[in-house]
């Protein structure tokens, strides 16, 4: 029998601690240990791997991850949850680090050694895309994980994973996919969670690419935050907020000026951000 058989059902755990999910906290529940054990399958082998799990909640995910001998580093907001979570961490001994805190703010590397992480989580809906943000932007690079497996909603995981072309493609799919490749998994319906939210949830894996394009973080935010926050007018115009001639910067990053922004690839808009970046300087 492992640790996990005789562990309390989710849901007496939930009442015991009073868990309610709260809204403000972005939690739903992930009770069905049939998925989660599918998900901590997903994030590949586990056996000694240093794991950051944000919003563990009541721990259904948590304990899937210990089941797979995985070394978990919990940060959690919710100080409802602490008491649960150290009932878990009784039942495997030093395998379950728990970090009371935001995780937005939470840095985990000086809480790991010379292995590389990997980032296991049903996030909260209402910090998922800021957390995903930070870690895409973490300097140096290559990053201090070596894998992202990760829940978002239906529409966020479209837009992370999206084409250029296609009407989810924007900010957050030209960061995504320059600085790593990113694939959906699978969908989990909304009667999976508790409560269950208004829409379907999937799980993005993200690996880091080994050298992206060289950009300057900050630029590539700048270009496509000018870029797609006028998405249906041509990039001549849109880009006029950047100041300067956006007619010369185009021609500089080889992209036509009746283009839009839907329309170009990662290595165009990191083209545009070196064309920046040289006016700047000159």
């Known amino acids: 029998m ?4 005789d562990l309390p059902p989710l849901r007496e755990v939930i009442r015991r601690h009073g868990l309610s999910a709260k809204k403000s906290l972005g939690q739903n529940f992930l009770l069905d240990l049939n998925l989660t054990r599918r998900i901590a399958r997903a994030a590949g082998p586990l056996a000694g791997v240093p794991v950051i799990e944000i919003g563990p909640g009541p721990g259904g995910l948590t304990r899937a991850l210990l089941e797979q001998e995985a070394h978990v580093i919990a940060v959690e907001r919710d100080e409802r949850a602490l008491a649960a979570l150290g009932e878990l961490a009784a039942r495997y001994p030093g395998q379950l680090d728990i970090e009371a805190g935001d995780a937005i703010t939470f840095d985990p590397r000086p809480h790991l050694g010379s292995t590389p992480a ?4 049903n996030l909260p809906f209402n910090i998922a895309t800021a957390l995903l943000v930070g870690w895409l932007t973490t300097e140096p690079w290559p990053p201090w994980y070596d894998r992202l497996v990760l829940m978002f909603q239906r529409e966020v995981a479209e837009r992370i994973t999206a084409p250029p072309g296609s009407k989810s ?4 799919s030209v960061l995504a996919g320059w600085r790593s490749t990113a694939r959906m998994l699978f969908d989990i319906a909304a009667s999976a969670f508790v409560p269950p939210p208004k829409v379907t949830s999937t799980l993005v894996e993200l690996v880091p ?6 950009c300057d973080t900050r630029l590539l935010e700048r270009v496509t935050s000018a870029a797609f926050g006028q998405r249906r007018k041509m990039l001549r115009q849109s880009l006029k907020s950047l100041g300067g001639d956006p ?7 080889g992209i036509e000026p009746t283009a839009r922004a839907e329309e170009i690839p990662v290595e165009g808009f990191v083209a545009l951000v070196r064309a920046l970046a040289n006016a700047a300087s000159s």
């Not at 492992?2 to 058989?5: G, K, N, P, T």
């Not at 690419?209 to 060289?214: S, Y």
Request: charged share 20%; hydrophobic share 55%.
């Open 2 to 5: 492992s640790a996990a058989d």
């Open 118 to 121: 990997r980032v296991v989580a």
């Open 169 to 172: 493609y924007g900010r957050l």
């Open 209 to 214: 690419r080994a050298e992206p394009l060289h």
């Open 247 to 253: 007619l010369a910067l185009l021609a500089s990053a």
